[in-house]
């Protein structure tokens, strides 16, 4: 996809302050610190409409993107992050749940997990929670230029083991610092618009 123009358009902590005008949405999810913000980015071919930071669980609303004035990628806070009190992370938990309950315009969702780790509880929790839900998950491995090219399939295979992937549940592998995988990214993003 060409990506013409890409803003910052709001940030939300409930479903009243969401867009008004309902277009097409795709949402990205994961861990804190596992590169939601550089993967965004990196899709873009932009360097700092999101805001990277090097310390875990800054992202504290649901920020919408207007791109291409035609749908939203919308960036939700992460998950799993142990260093912010229980309240910040129960508000948070609660942020995400109306969102992904009550969000008609949201066609798929892009759920990241770190390539070098095996899942974690709250990842198959968060993918479980999806599944149930029904929305069309594709899942990208961040930092894939991390891991030596001849260890990443057995990453690869531990993640997709440890989560029980599904064929429906494509696994990509991702880095913002090469751009490996946004190609592919791209068309399951596109796959969730025409739905």
Do not use: C
């Not at 302050?17 to 277009?23: G, L, S, T």
């Not at 873009?44 to 669980?57: D, F, H, I, M």
């Not at 315009?105 to 149930?132: E, K, N, Q, S, Y």
């Amino acid at each position: 996809m060409k990506v013409r123009s890409a803003r910052y358009l709001k940030g939300a902590v409930k479903k009243e302050q969401y867009p008004r005008e309902e277009r097409p949405e795709v949402a990205f999810l994961g861990r804190s610190n596992v590169g939601k913000s550089s993967l965004i980015n990196n899709i873009l071919n932009r360097k700092k409409l999101v805001k990277v930071s090097s310390t875990p669980g800054k992202t504290r609303l649901i920020n919408f993107f207007e791109i291409n004035n035609s749908f939203y990628l919308v960036d939700l806070p992460g998950y799993g992050y142990a260093r912010v009190p229980h309240q910040v992370r129960d508000q948070w938990r609660g942020m995400i749940e109306e969102y992904l309950t009550g969000r008609e315009p949201l066609r798929g969702v892009v759920m990241l997990v770190d390539i070098r780790h095996a899942p974690t509880p709250a990842d198959m929790t968060m993918l479980d929670w999806l599944r149930f839900y029904g929305y069309p998950t594709v899942l990208a491995a961040t930092k894939a230029d991390k891991v030596p090219r001849g260890r990443r399939r057995k990453a690869l295979q531990v993640i997709a083991g440890e989560l029980s992937l599904g064929d429906d549940e494509p696994l990509i592998p991702f880095s913002s610092v090469t751009g490996e995988g946004k190609d592919a990214l791209w068309r399951q993003i596109q796959g969730f618009l025409d739905r």
